[in-house]
């Protein structure tokens, strides 16, 4: 009605739209003044409107992938004191939205003459420190161009993701390339790994379990009709897809798939709260496990 009054008040005047509407004319002229001095506006209403700012801003950082819990969950680490109902009822109004994910799409492709190692992990996705068991999997886009494969390599303690590809064929090379990258970020050397997926012909095949025993890393394969055998992995890929590929395509080349998925781990790996390890991001859960190591070793 205020919006009305304004549009209209100079052609009919504000007290006879005011006799239509019910509406007080000294509500509409308080309403001016506060739109004219924003000082006179209750506290609340002030303060509604810093914490607008903030939350536009923690959701705009985040790839605009956040909901309520989480855009709390970063309002309070920055300090930022508010109720969860307030940032509820604040985004409600401003209409923001997380993304909600869909149904994972399986692109296993089992090679049955391929011979597989046992199940090592029986669905217990947990770790007890890093380094001590890795998930992968992998999925596909469509492009304009054609589809396009994506690799990822997860460390189970913190979830975070310690190697990834994009490749332009689903051919074992490819998903070798993302296992490569993550010897050489993590140097697990010695460290009694294991590395689980499911029973796709990649990951079974001769040059990806050969490569696993040249590190010395023990291998983990799901078990045959266990559609939670690599769960883990595919809650990471299905964040993918909900916080990537579904919110940004249709996607055009290859090259526009590779650098989103490089800006997307970049921000998993350091900036994304995860609730399972404590609403922290992967990043800073492995330094607090390091770190609590070297207070160790003092207090003894």
Avoid at 39 to 53: G, M, T, V, W
Avoid at 101 to 120: E, L, M, N, Q
Wanted: charged share 25%; with cysteine; aromatic share 10%.
């Amino acid at each position: 009605m205020k919006a009305f009054i304004d549009e209209h008040r100079e052609v009919y005047g504000v007290e006879p739209i005011c006799r239509v509407l019910p509406i007080a004319p000294s509500t509409y002229y308080e309403h001016a003044a506060r739109k004219a001095n924003p000082d006179r506006r209750p506290a609340r209403e002030r303060r509604d409107a810093e914490l607008c700012q903030e939350i536009r801003r923690v959701f705009a950082a985040n790839f605009g992938v956040y909901g309520v819990r989480k855009v709390w969950r970063q309002m309070q680490r920055e300090g930022i004191d508010v109720a969860r109902c307030t940032v509820a009822r604040l985004m409600r109004q401003m209409g923001l939205q997380g993304v909600v994910r869909g149904k994972s799409i399986k692109t296993t492709v089992s090679d049955a003459a391929a011979p597989c190692p046992r199940d090592r992990v029986n669905r217990q996705f947990t770790a007890p420190r890093p380094n001590a068991l890795w998930v992968s999997d992998f999925t596909y886009v469509a492009t304009w161009s054609g589809f396009v494969y994506v690799a990822f390599v997860i460390d189970v303690f913190a979830r975070r993701i310690v190697g990834w590809r994009v490749s332009r064929s689903a051919r074992a090379e490819f998903v070798l390339d993302a296992l490569e990258q993550a010897l050489h970020d993590r140097q697990p050397w010695r460290a009694n790994l294991i590395h689980h997926s499911d029973r796709g012909g990649q990951y079974v095949s001769l040059k990806y379990t050969g490569r696993l025993a040249e590190a010395g890393i023990e291998p983990s394969v799901g078990s045959v009709g266990d559609s939670y055998d690599n769960a883990l992995a595919e809650t990471v890929i299905g964040l993918f897809k909900a916080e990537v590929i579904h919110r940004r395509g249709p996607w055009r080349s290859f090259e526009a798939v590779e650098f989103a998925t490089l800006e997307w781990v970049d921000w998993y790996n350091n900036r994304r709260l995860l609730e399972p390890i404590g609403h922290v991001p992967p990043a800073e859960a492995e330094a607090a496990y390091y770190a609590q190591l070297e207070v160790m070793p003092m207090a003894a």
